[in-house]
């Protein structure tokens, strides 16, 4: 193996996702007890966990991914009692948030407890805790009797996992054990929220809507726009950690390159059509990620060889989260040569959608101007 790590032959249990087996979890409990990695499913994704208040295990969790050290890592609890442990304080905002959202896809930024080893906040003072909902998650945590720090179960940069499959992909030969609960409910990673700052802010949009958030805290702040990777780059030559890591311009990304079409609807399947055409006839294999409303218009690429995969309507962005990541490893395994893709509103599960398909593009959105039906964009 390339890096540090020792190999390690990869087991993948299966457990019942609903009520999962005691003698499944404990198996799982003990080696998290004894500092070892085990690959779990969350509500969003699957989790690469360990414990969260041994440096050592957080040291395999960045050799196993090929994480650089200065990603901080989110401490994953099974029951509110377990946040003393972990932050320093628990301001009067997030114990609101806590109540209205906890367990469920939203990680809270907030001050480290001592507990914490440094590695596993990037050498921050603040560190993200979430408490998952997936049964197996909250049996295994409580099993373990400890926080686990837990990323997303992928090398990496790239697509996380929404089954054990990606995740065996991803990590097999580098962790002794995975459950496999199934396909992951969301499909998109939490929302990470900010609560260290003078204004709560949302670092990355995910599985807890902006609007949901905001009918608890109404003064919540959308993210900012992504950093470019210059600014990204420029933070790490200066050493510092990163306020966000998953807010790297190119993180979530298939290997095949994605084209992100925006703009009209009309607009923009009309040069998501003309541009799967005018490859397929150069002889490239396309794969295309669309909505149902877009199936009418897409049959002739279908009909030159296209791969097309649409989800879910326009209207159904949960759906459209619950298949995404597997849709992109799907087509990114077919050998296509490019992925063109439509872009979904950015309401509710939407905003996570576009943030991820816009960083899955790096940089390569065809921003379509309905005026003059022209296609223009970074390319
Ligand atoms: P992952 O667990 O791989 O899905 O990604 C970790 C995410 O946690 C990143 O995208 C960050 O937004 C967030 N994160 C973890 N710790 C912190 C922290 N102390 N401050 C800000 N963001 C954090
Ligand atoms: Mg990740």
């Not at 690959?39 to 699957?46: A, I, L, N, R, W």
């Not at 442990?85 to 809270?108: I, S």
């Not at 992951?184 to 204004?199: A, Y």
């Amino acid at each position: 193996m390339a890096d540090d790590i020792k190999a390690v032959s990869t087991e993948v249990v299966p457990v019942d996702a609903r009520q999962p087996e005691a003698a499944v979890i404990e198996r799982a409990a003990a080696l998290l007890r004894a500092g070892e990695l085990v690959v779990f499913p969350t509500e969003t994704v699957y989790g690469l966990g360990g414990d969260a208040l041994r440096e050592e295990a957080a040291r395999r969790i960045f050799a196993a991914k090929g994480r650089p050290l200065t990603d901080p890592l989110i401490v994953h609890i099974a029951q509110v009692e377990e946040l003393e442990r972990v932050a320093a304080a628990v301001p009067e905002r997030a114990q609101r948030l806590a109540e209205a959202f906890w367990p469920g896809p939203l990680t809270l930024i907030l001050p480290r407890g001592e507990q914490v080893p440094r590695l596993v906040t990037a050498g921050l003072e603040t560190v993200a805790v979430r408490m998952p909902s997936h049964p197996v998650a909250r049996a295994l945590i409580r099993a373990a009797g400890r926080p686990i720090a837990a990323p997303s179960a992928n090398r990496f940069k790239h697509v996380s996992p929404t089954t054990a499959q990606h995740a065996l992909a991803d990590l097999s030969g580098r962790v002794p054990l995975i459950l496999d609960g199934g396909p992951t409910p969301v499909g998109v990673e939490s929302t990470v929220v900010d609560l260290c700052s003078s204004v709560p802010r949302i670092l990355r949009p995910g599985g807890t809507s902006l609007e949901a958030l905001r009918k608890v805290l109404p003064e919540i702040e959308p993210p900012l726009p992504p950093r470019t990777t210059a600014s990204d780059k420029r933070e790490r030559e200066e050493g510092q950690a990163q306020r966000s890591p998953g807010q790297l311009l190119v993180h979530y990304s298939p290997t095949a390159p994605l084209l992100l079409f925006e703009g009209e609807d009309e607009a923009q399947r009309a040069a998501l059509v003309a541009e799967a055409l005018r490859r397929l006839e150069r002889g490239e294999r396309v794969g295309i990620l669309a909505a149902t409303e877009d199936r009418e218009a897409l049959r002739p690429c279908e009909e030159g060889g296209a791969l097309v995969r649409a989800p879910a309507s326009l209207e159904e962005p949960e759906k459209v989260a619950a298949a995404l990541f597997a849709i992109l490893r799907a087509l990114e395994e077919a050998a296509v040569d490019v992925i063109l893709c439509r872009s979904f509103r950015p309401v509710g599960l939407g905003l996570a959608i576009q943030d991820r398909l816009r960083r899955a593009a790096g940089g390569r959105i065809i921003r379509v101007d309905p005026s003059a039906g022209a296609t223009e964009g970074v390319r």
